[in-house]
């Protein structure tokens, strides 16, 4: 979700308010590096491209309605992915298991 729609989901939670009903905005061009993931195109990358094999697979998971919104709105307040929010709250839970259990060896 981009920035703009913030207004657009704190409308949903709080009522209409006049400076949520403008929609003509101009959207400005990002000038953070975390802002220039939002803009960049996302996606499975086309057949035809070659690239370098990724760290990242992708997954899907169930999860329930009320954890969604609450990580859809952590990344729009913190200008981060879903992924990225995703991907750090398993990797505290993955160290904290390890620490208490022993380290876990990824397969070859």
Request: glycine letters at 6%.
């Amino acid at each position: 979700m981009a920035k703009k729609n913030l207004s657009a989901l704190m409308s949903g939670i709080m009522g209409d308010s006049p400076a949520t009903e403008q929609s003509s905005e101009v959207i400005p061009t990002p000038k953070e590096p975390t802002e220039q993931l939002r803009y960049k195109k996302v996606g499975r990358p086309s057949k035809s491209e070659h690239r370098e094999p990724s760290q990242e697979t992708r997954a899907t998971f169930i999860l329930p309605t009320d954890i969604l919104w609450k990580l859809k709105f952590i990344g729009l307040i913190d200008n981060r992915l879903i992924k990225d929010v995703v991907g750090t709250a398993l990797k505290e839970y993955v160290n904290k298991w390890e620490k208490e259990n022993g380290p876990i060896k990824p397969p070859k």
